[in-house]
């Protein structure tokens, strides 16, 4: 009975072996066969189908008003009156401020003054002049001619004495024969003969003592005395000697005038300026005796066509400068050149205005439009009238309005180093927008709806330069074939349309890890 146990027992051990082993194997060939390939863990895959495919460009702008001026005084002054304040409506024309117009109101009167002045002139040319006029103008000829006498012997009398100061310019004695070494006679008196040159002195004993003789602009002789001066000749100058006993130097030199003096530039340069005085004090002199004859001619004739004509000319001029009064009057008034909204003040009464500065902001917040840059990669896909998305930081992102592009700049601007181009877009008018507000705009350049897209990073390019995708064939190995496309529109999100190669459900290969 204990062998028949034991044979039962070894018989199915076998047994169990045998299936532990078929399984084991049966397992094993299972992983092999159904192990899934490291290659479909790497690879990104995606699933084509129809799509609602849109490119859009992003923009951020600013509200503009459609009328958006910054006015300013034309001129430096001080604010004299603020008629508006931040809100008002205005009309074309109002006067919004002035500054202090005294010395701008006198001149404008002045030159209206001048401008009746000119007309009261035509009408005396056309009607002649009268017996007392005509004596009128002879007697201011003849007072114009004896200014000018007066001014004759006024104006030569400053010359001679301008002369006169350079002829004596610090009068001095040098030795003739240029030693260094000597004391100089004491020279004195003014100098009177009114003639440049040179007095030669000589100095000699004599029974008297020492003498001196003198030649050249004047001549003469006299005692060389120590304590007096002594005349040198009809010179007007006179001349002292520092010894009467010993003559270190014989022969002496006075220069006139001495341009080594140090007053010599001083007073040869005030003699100058006389000379161009009295050149010019004649020469006004003899402007108005010609002006006083013209005047008196012009009396004595009857009016011709030459003399209305000039009035005419009078008249015109006059009128210039009435205008011109009338501008640098203007100029201390900020007028509104349109109707609009005041949306800003600068100024305040009595503050010190300086020109072309900011001073008044008046804008049209009911006609707006918006403003943004375009950078040049993306100005080209643009054009009027495309529809635009629009939300306002003031409003939050939830409220979009509509509006179109409605104007493309065809000049280009550098913002921050970048190529960009101004373009305008309308907007909702609601009220409250202002100009200034921030805009985020998405500009709309080509919408398709129920095509078929995949991702733009599947599509690749073959040596011929074609485009191609990878179209899964064993969805479980994610094996893959090369298949060519054509590609349409480039949307937003990096997606693109297919227009042939791909079919809704494929399922393509966006990328293979490495």
């Known amino acids: 009975m204990k062998e028949k146990g ?48 849109k490119e859009t460009v992003l923009a951020t702008g600013q509200v503009v008003s459609n009328t958006d001026l910054n006015l300013s005084f034309n001129s430096n002054g001080t ?16 006067v919004l401020a002035t500054l202090d117009q005294e010395t701008e109101q006198a001149s404008l009167t002045s030159a209206r003054g001048a401008l009746a002045a000119a007309q009261a002139r035509l009408k005396r040319t056309l009607e002649g002049a009268s017996s007392e006029e005509i004596t009128l103008s002879e007697i201011a000829l ?24 350079m002829l004596n310019s610090t009068v001095e004695a040098i030795p ?17 003969l009114g003639k440049e040159g040179v007095i030669n002195l000589t100095s000699y004993y004599s029974s008297a003592g020492t003498s001196f003789s003198a030649t050249g602009l004047t001549s003469g002789s006299g005692v060389g005395n120590t304590i007096i001066a002594q005349p040198i000749g009809d010179s007007g100058l006179y001349i002292k000697f520092p010894n009467s006993t010993n003559i270190s130097v014989s022969d002496w030199v006075i220069n006139i005038p001495n341009k080594k003096a140090t007053n ?25 005796i010609d002006q006083r004859t013209a005047e008196l001619a012009l009396k004595k004739s009857v009016a011709r066509s030459s003399d209305i004509d000039l009035a005419n000319a009078d008249i015109l001029s006059a009128q210039g400068q009435v205008e011109a009064a009338l501008a640098r009057y203007n100029d201390t008034i900020i007028k509104a050149p349109v109707d609009g909204t005041i949306t800003s003040i600068d100024i305040k009464i009595g503050q010190q205005s ?25 100005i080209a896909s643009l054009s009027i009238g495309m529809p635009i998305d629009i939300t306002y930081d003031s409003f939050g992102p939830d409220k979009v309005f509509k509006g179109t592009i409605t104007k ?28 200034g507000m921030t805009a985020n705009m998405t500009i709309k350049v080509k919408e398709k709806k129920g095509i078929i897209a995949v991702q733009m990073r599947s599509i690749l390019t073959d040596d011929k330069g074609g485009k191609t995708i990878r179209i899964i064939t064993n969805k479980r190995t994610k094996k893959w074939k090369s298949v060519p496309v054509i590609t349409g529109l480039e949307g937003d999100g990096g997606i693109v349309e297919v227009l042939s190669g791909v079919s809704v459900g494929d399922e393509y290969v966006i990328l293979i890890k490495s």
């Open 6 to 53: 034991k044979l039962f027992f070894q018989k199915n051990i076998k047994r169990k072996r045998t299936w532990i082993i078929i399984i084991l194997i049966l397992g094993v060939s299972s992983y092999f066969i159904f192990k899934t390939p490291s290659s479909v863990a790497n690879t990104v895959t995606d699933i084509a189908n129809i799509s609602d495919l």
């Open 79 to 94: 604010v004299k009156s603020l008629k508006v304040k931040v809100g008002d409506k205005v009309k074309a024309g109002t």
């Open 142 to 165: 003849t007072n114009a001619k004896r200014d000018y006498e007066n001014v004759k012997t006024a104006q030569e009398t400053l010359v001679k004495n301008a002369y006169d100061n």
């Open 176 to 192: 003739k024969n240029g030693t260094s070494d000597y004391i100089a006679p004491i020279i004195s008196g003014s100098y009177n």
């Open 264 to 288: 010599y530039l001083v007073n040869y340069n005030a003699y100058q300026t006389a000379l161009k005085s009295e050149q010019s004090a004649l020469s006004q002199a003899q402007s108005m």
């Open 354 to 378: 300086v020109a072309l500065k900011e001073a008044i902001v008046l804008q049209d917040v009911s006609n707006i439009y918006l403003e943004t840059n375009i950078n040049e990669a993306n």
């Open 408 to 435: 493309i700049d065809p000049s280009s601007t550098l913002v921050s180093g970048v190529v960009n181009y101004k373009v305008t877009a309308s907007t909702e008018q609601i009220p409250e927008l202002r100009p």
